[in-house]
């Protein structure tokens, strides 16, 4: 049996881990953390994540091969294998502000590793790191003086809320960095091995550590890259008459484009993309490549360019302005099948409307709770709803900001005839039947495609 442990109970943390102890049964598993209120939630009938089908695979673990404790020196101590999965957000003090990663958890956990070891370990980088970390991480671990020995690995995490489940259990490929020292190769095969049990061989590959750090920064750069480019087509078939979704579906049928991330919206978010993406552009300004860094930075650019082109639309087709109108904001969560609104599209377009003195209406079926908490102060000024009929009740206007299945399947004769008319819909999404919409009686106006409207231009 080994003693795994893993640091950070997040997204990352408390969705991996059970999956990994539900297929290493020979193994025991805890996982940690400093927030008291999360180490709880994660042993309730309720998670402090909305993840769909984790709650069984928690069940089936918990309490067999599988703990949760804030004990983190104690369960320090006893492991032999640890993973690092705590939260490395964007810098917004000193140097790098705004753009690099703060790595103020990570270090703390580094120092704490340190401080508690009796006995050499692996320890594992989850979390997503600016390249050369692990080098850092090395330097303070190994200046222990009591003949320890500690082996970095990185083995960064891909999967996507929402499908964390499926992402762990069937993983496109599992990517270890390690050094290529012996001891170095011997904790890579560790890991390989670990993985093995339920991924197969050949989807597990090995790196050198400086690969696999920038591979993770990489892969969501590109995918990032891919929805700005597309978002960017649709601000050019809105101008056109082009439909973007006709576009994305010609191009995506060439195997070397590929049909994945080209649907357009009102842009991306999610706690990585925007964070991984500036620490990116940080490293090549550090570097000293300042074309390779406004390169990447240009996808952020125009990330922002496509939420706020999504407010102006709204304003100006409401006849140029929207303050003390009521509008209804349909989700809340950066997408569908989460409760999580880190960098959320939708609490953007909230606070530019706000600014223009909308009176907001928020619905969403599970991320209300943490809306609420992301807005802060704003929040006063925000109607929550959980029921999305009695949001669009006299509102004048829709926004659909997240593609919840539920919001295709109400009934919309029945929202349209409860509205101000004229009844604006604006689908942030492309979710429903934009057609059908218009012949009920909306002005619909879809993200890169023409609007559908009943007024008439002069
Ligand atoms: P999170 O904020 O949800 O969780 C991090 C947890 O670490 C928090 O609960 C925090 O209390 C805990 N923590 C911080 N310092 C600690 C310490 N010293 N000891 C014990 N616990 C500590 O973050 P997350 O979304 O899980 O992301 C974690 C990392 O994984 C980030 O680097 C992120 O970029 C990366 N990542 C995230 C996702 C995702 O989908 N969210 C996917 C891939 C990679
Ligand atoms: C993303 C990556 O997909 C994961 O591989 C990575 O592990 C993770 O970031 C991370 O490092 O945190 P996630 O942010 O959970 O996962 O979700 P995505 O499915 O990538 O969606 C991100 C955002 O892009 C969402 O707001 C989504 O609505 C938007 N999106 C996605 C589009 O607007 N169009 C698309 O075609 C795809």
Redesign the pocket.
């Known amino acids: 049996m080994t003693n795994i442990l893993c640091i950070g109970a997040g ?2 943390g408390g969705s991996t881990m059970p999956i990994v102890a539900s297929h290493c049964p020979q193994h025991r598993f805890v996982i940690v953390d400093i927030n008291e209120a999360r180490i709880a939630a994660w042993q309730s009938d309720k998670l402090p994540i909305y993840e769909p089908g984790l709650d069984e695979i928690v069940k089936k673990t918990l309490g067999k091969n599988l703990f949760f404790s804030t004990d983190v020196n104690k369960h320090i101590s006893e492991a032999d294998i640890i993973f690092v999965s705590v939260n490395t957000p964007t810098k917004v003090f000193g140097e790098g502000a705004g753009r690099a990663a703060d790595l103020q958890y990570w270090e703390k956990t580094a120092r704490q590793i340190l401080e508690n070891s009796t006995t050499s370990k692996i320890v594992v980088e989850k979390s ?1 790191l600016p390249v050369r970390t692990a080098e850092a991480m090395e330097r303070i671990l190994n200046s222990n003086g009591n003949g320890l020995h500690f082996d970095v690995l990185s083995n ?8 964390a489940v499926r ?1 762990m259990e069937e993983p496109d490929r599992v990517l270890i960095g390690g050094r290529t020292t012996e001891s170095g190769q011997r904790a890579v095969q560790t890991l390989v091995e670990l993985y093995a049990n339920w991924v197969p061989r050949e989807r597990i590959i090995t790196a050198n550590l400086w690969s696999s750090e920038l591979s ?1 920064l990489v ?2 750069a590109f ?2 890259q ?2 700005s480019s ?2 960017s087509i649709s601000a050019l078939c809105e101008k056109t008459e082009a439909d973007v979704s006709e576009v994305a579906h010609a191009i995506g049928l060439d195997n070397r484009i590929g049909k ?14 925007k964070k ?1 993406i500036l620490n990116l552009v940080y490293l090549c300004e550090h570097y000293g490549l300042p074309e390779v860094a406004r390169y990447w930075d240009q996808v952020v650019k125009m990330n922002e360019y496509q939420e706020m082109r999504f407010v102006s639309k709204m304003v100006s087709s409401m006849f140029n302005t929207v303050a003390g109108k009521r509008i209804a904001l349909f989700g809340a969560a ?3 099948n ?1 409760n ?1 609104t880190r960098e ?2 939708a609490l953007e377009v909230c606070r530019a409307l706000l600014e223009e003195r909308a009176d907001i209406v928020i619905t969403d079926p599970q991320a209300m709770d943490n809306a609420r908490h992301d807005l802060g102060e704003l929040a006063k000024r925000v109607t929550f709803e959980a029921d999305p009929y009695a949001a669009a009740k006299e509102a004048h206007a829709i926004a659909i900001l ?2 919840w299945t539920q919001f295709k399947e109400l009934d919309y004769e029945k929202i349209y005839n409860s509205m101000i008319k004229p009844a604006f819909i604006f689908d942030g ?1 492309n979710l429903i039947d934009h057609k059908k919409l218009y012949q009920l009686g909306f002005n619909v106006y879809p993200i890169g495609k023409p609007a559908l409207t009943h007024l008439q231009s002069h």
């Open positions: 997204y990352v997503t960064p995490e891909f999967l996507a809320e929402g499908t992402d993770k892969a969501n995918l990032a891919r929805i597309i978002n994945y991330f080209l649907r357009s919206s009102v842009g991306f978010g999610g706690s990585c993309f991984d950066f997408k569908a989460t999580d959320s599209p997240t593609e999404r």
